[in-house]
């Protein structure tokens, strides 16, 4: 990668260990990665090779081992640095949003408020201490979730929603968030192959239409090859490739995780028609 | 040949079933432990002076004393009546102070929300608020605020926040620190994330323990006015020290219809929050 155009992420010679009892593992050996402004990157490996240990680090929840150089830079700004956090992480980490595998919404709060809390990061603390959110900022709110094309449930409870719905209002809550990157962890892992579409769209949308960085990793390379023209292979917690999506046929998927390689491997092809031809899919009714 | 052969050792390899034997050690440690047990009761008998005989030797006396209490003598009804309404303002209030302090008390108590230089010294504080029974602090507070209701109130607060910021606490280092990260994320402070990532998850918890602690309140604030602290408890104590027993039961009869109304409303009220 050139730093011709501004990296939205950079990340250098990262590593991290984690320590239970007498057992060490290894689970970031080194890594260094530059994503540049408005890319759509997958990151895939086999479960345990890192990809949430590397997301997390990227979004300012986890630290860095202390010894080595390991460094990270958001949009221009340090997250941490050395095994220590950046001191204006709490800004840098509103201008990036993160999408979990488990959601991560609040369940007892509607959507709405799921949503709107979004706007945390930017507005005065004590407006968020008592709730007093603007009309401007809800109306955003349900801006988004009509993007993602959930407002009707707008005032239902997060937990009475399907798990495509949920992880949509996250995407909805990073839209309001104003955020210039967003990390999806495994997005769609616990979602249904329709919902797993429908969720992995709606990021490509905001991607193309917002110009949003957007890094996602994914168990199933499929996905990758067609939502995202760069991917990023990590194993055991090293890049073992880095490059166009295209060039990962299942070969070379093979070559390059052994048996592991399988588990990345959907068994049949993805559902619907090629995303390219489906510009439009926004306009249609979301259904249940 | 071979086949059959195969099969012949695969039916010889299935283990039998067998039943785990008995472990000489772990039955003496058994056995040890009930003669302890046994031992602590046998020890505790004495102390406490037990002697189901005087039971059964003074139960002529016994009848005597109790067909003092019948009938009921419900003549002074608008003084207890008057003295119970007290004694449910004195648990009202004794709950909602100790609710309002409980929550961040609750919170500063919670390991996985503060640093154990806060949550140490937090829980010390309510260890100690909750050691002492409220009918103790109720006498400490009589000396320093005068008799009457108002000692009560203090009683009950001080007892009860002790006792609900534990369950609190305990109700918070249980929750799913999943959407907590979630509202992190997304650039908040750490007391937005209380507001939103923990409260809305122990909420219904919280309730039900707020109202449990007020059946509970009720039921002790009845006490308190012996000691001067307001309520019926001073009537009720004046008329057993009169050896009006007539009056006592008529009392204790109003006492027992109070509590179990509004034990029963605040079920209600608590199966509806979780
Ligand atoms: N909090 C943790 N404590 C100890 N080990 C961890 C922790 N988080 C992850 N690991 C280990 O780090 C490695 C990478 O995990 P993870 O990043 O979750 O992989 P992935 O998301 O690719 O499945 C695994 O071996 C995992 O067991
Ligand atoms: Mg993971």
């Keep these: 990668m050139t730093s011709d155009p501004a990296p939205a992420i950079r990340v ?10 007498f057992q060490t593992t290894r689970a970031l050996d080194e890594v260094s990665l530059e994503i540049v402004s408005g890319e759509m990157v997958a990151l895939i490996g086999a479960s345990g090779s890192g990809k949430s240990t590397l997301m997390r680090h990227i979004s300012g929840l986890m630290l860095a081992d202390k010894a080595g150089d390991g460094m990270i830079e958001v949009l221009g700004y340090p997250v941490q640095e050395g095994g220590r956090m950046a001191r204006g992480v ?13 959601f991560n919404l609040v369940d007892r709060l509607s959507l709405m408020t799921n949503v709107v809390l979004g706007v945390l990061g930017r507005i005065p603390a004590w407006r968020g201490w008592f709730g007093l959110f603007t009309r401007d900022e809800k109306l955003r709110a349900l801006e988004a979730l009509r993007r993602v094309g959930i407002d009707q449930y707008a005032s239902q409870r997060a937990s ?3 798990g ?8 909805a809550r990073a839209l309001v968030q104003g955020a210039e990157v967003i990390l999806a962890d495994e997005p769609i892992a616990s979602l249904d192959p329709e919902s797993a ?14 110009g949003i960085t957007v890094v996602v990793s994914l168990h199933q390379v499929d996905f990758a090859t067609r939502y995202c023209p760069r991917t990023v292979a990590l194993r055991d917690g090293q890049v073992v490739y880095d490059g166009p999506s295209e060039a990962l046929t299942h070969e070379f998927l093979r070559e390059l995780y052994g048996a592991a390689g399988e588990e990345l491997i959907l068994p049949g092809p993805i559902g619907g028609p090629a995303p390219k031809a489906r510009s439009a899919a926004h306009l249609r009714p979301a259904s249940a | 040949m071979t086949v059959i052969d195969n099969t012949g050792s695969a039916a010889q390899a299935m283990p039998q079933l067998q039943l785990p034997e008995r472990d ?5 440690v058994n056995l040890a432990g009930w003669a302890v047990a046994l031992a602590v009761l046998a020890w505790a008998w004495e102390g406490s002076e037990m002697n189901p005989l005087a039971l059964v030797q003074d139960s002529a006396n016994m009848a005597e004393f109790a067909s003092g209490f019948f009938p009921p003598n419900f003549h002074e009804w608008p003084t207890m009546l008057q003295e119970m309404l007290v004694t449910i303002q004195v648990a009202i209030w004794g709950t909602v102070l100790a609710v309002v302090c409980s929550i961040p008390c609750g919170i500063l108590s919670s390991k996985n929300i503060v640093p154990w230089w806060v949550y140490q010294p937090m829980r010390r504080l309510m260890d100690a608020a909750r050691a002492i029974n409220e009918f103790v602090f109720a006498m400490l507070f009589v000396v320093a605020v005068g008799l009457g209701p108002f000692a009560g109130v203090l009683a009950l607060w001080i007892h009860t926040t002790g006792v609900l910021a534990k369950l609190f606490s305990e109700a918070v280092e249980a929750i799913d620190p999943n959407p907590v990260e979630g509202i992190r994320a997304t650039g908040a ?3 937005h994330e209380v507001i939103y990532g923990v409260i809305p998850q122990v909420l219904p918890l919280w309730i039900s323990f707020s109202l449990y602690r007020f059946e509970s309140n009720l039921r002790s604030a009845t006490v308190i006015g012996i000691v001067g602290a307001g309520g019926i ?22 006492i027992i219809g109070t509590v179990t109304v509004l034990d029963m409303i605040s079920q209600v009220l608590r199966e509806r929050f979780t």
């Design chain 2, 233 to 254: 408890g001073m009537v009720l104590w004046e008329f057993i020290r009169g050896f009006y027993y007539a009056e006592t039961a008529a009392v204790m009869i109003i």
């Design chain 1, 160 to 162: 009475t929603l399907s």
């Design chain 2, 189 to 191: 402070d750490g007391i």
């Design chain 1, 197 to 210: 579409r429908r969720v992995m769209e709606n990021l490509a949308r905001i991607n193309r239409e917002d």
């Design chain 1, 90 to 102: 709490r800004l840098v980490r509103g201008r990036v949003g993160v999408i979990f595998q488990q």
């Design chain 2, 24 to 28: 000489l050690k772990r039955s003496l």
């Design chain 1, 164 to 171: 495509g719905q949920q992880q949509r209002a996250a995407i």
């Design chain 1, 12 to 21: 250098h010679n990262l590593s991290k260990t984690f320590r239970k009892g």
